[in-house]
């Protein structure tokens, strides 16, 4: 989708600070940081958000959920913990238009989440 932010990113058209590329998705740094790890872990797929989901894509959350998991462990993360969101839609903030797993780490998280 050539108006969409992350897909702009996807194909290099818009820099980012890469931190992990495969065929299936891409991983780079928040551009505005909410904890000392924060990473966006994106599909290559254009999806707008979860609520546009179909079965096919139940492997892709799978990998990207497994690969958010490998990058926290990569920083150091894994025992003392961290957080992954996937925002949907206004209420929750959504703002960029293609689905994105959040991973934060490095400080206490607050929960419930405000
Ligand atoms: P959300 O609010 O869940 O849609 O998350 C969108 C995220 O994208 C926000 O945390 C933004 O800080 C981040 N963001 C926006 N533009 C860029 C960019 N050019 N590079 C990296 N992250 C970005
Ligand atoms: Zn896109």
Redesign the pocket.
Known sequence: MSDC?FCQ?IEGR?P?AMVHQDDTLVA?????P?APL?L?IVPRKHIASLNDLSPEDDALIGVLMRRAAALARAHGYEERGYRT?F?TNRE?????FHI?L?LLAGRSLAWPPG
């Open positions: 932010l990113i818009i980012a780079f740094r928040d551009i505005n909410q924060h966006l969101v925002n929750a903030g959504q703002t960029v994105h959040h």
